[in-house]
């Protein structure tokens, strides 16, 4: 089995492992999480675009919940480049940041060295190449990685990504 099968195949364990377990698998790993969550960590990091568009979408509660999320959120600038408005359409804004979020804990050392894909929340595939200088999600780059929250980790991208 060559190395890209077999990490693709722990992975989908892992999270359907974690899911089964409520997420994270029970209490001695919820006792070593961070206390704040994906979108507290959002909003020490300055990511307000990103945190207006979730509570737009009506994402918030969701987001809030156990985990683990994977966050791909872009900046501020990221948004105003795009022209997408964190206030805009609820439904647009529902499709455009669930395909930010992966399904469990996908840190920037499991992402380096690797292109692979993975599946978002709204269950479409999500390209991330680590291969060369730095890591890119789809036609984004990562500009901070590895934010950690007590429900996922927080990575920031220079782009909003574009569902298909």
């Known amino acids: 089995m060559d190395r890209r099968a077999f990490i693709r195949m722990t992975t989908f364990g892992s999270v359907a492992l974690l899911a089964a377990c409520g997420g994270t698998g029970g209490g001695t790993l919820t006792a070593n999480r961070p206390a704040s969550g994906v979108l507290e960590v959002a909003r020490a990091n300055n ?84 291969r060369g200088g730095g890591i890119r999600v789809n036609n984004a780059n990562l500009v901070r990685a590895d934010l950690q929250a007590g429900n996922g980790v927080v990575h920031v991208l220079d782009r909003v990504l574009t569902p298909a």
Request: proline residues 5%; glycine residues 10%; negative net charge.
């Open 47 to 130: 990511l307000n675009s990103f945190l207006q568009a979730v509570e737009t979408a009506g994402l918030t509660e969701q987001l809030s919940g156990d985990g683990p999320y994977t966050l791909f959120a872009p900046t501020d600038a990221a948004f105003r480049a795009a022209r997408v408005s964190p206030t805009g359409n609820r439904e647009s804004l529902r499709r455009v940041l669930g395909y930010h979020v992966v399904p469990g804990h996908v840190s920037s050392s499991f992402m380096t060295g690797l292109d692979m894909n993975h599946l978002t929340a709204t269950g479409q595939s999500l390209n991330v190449n680590g």
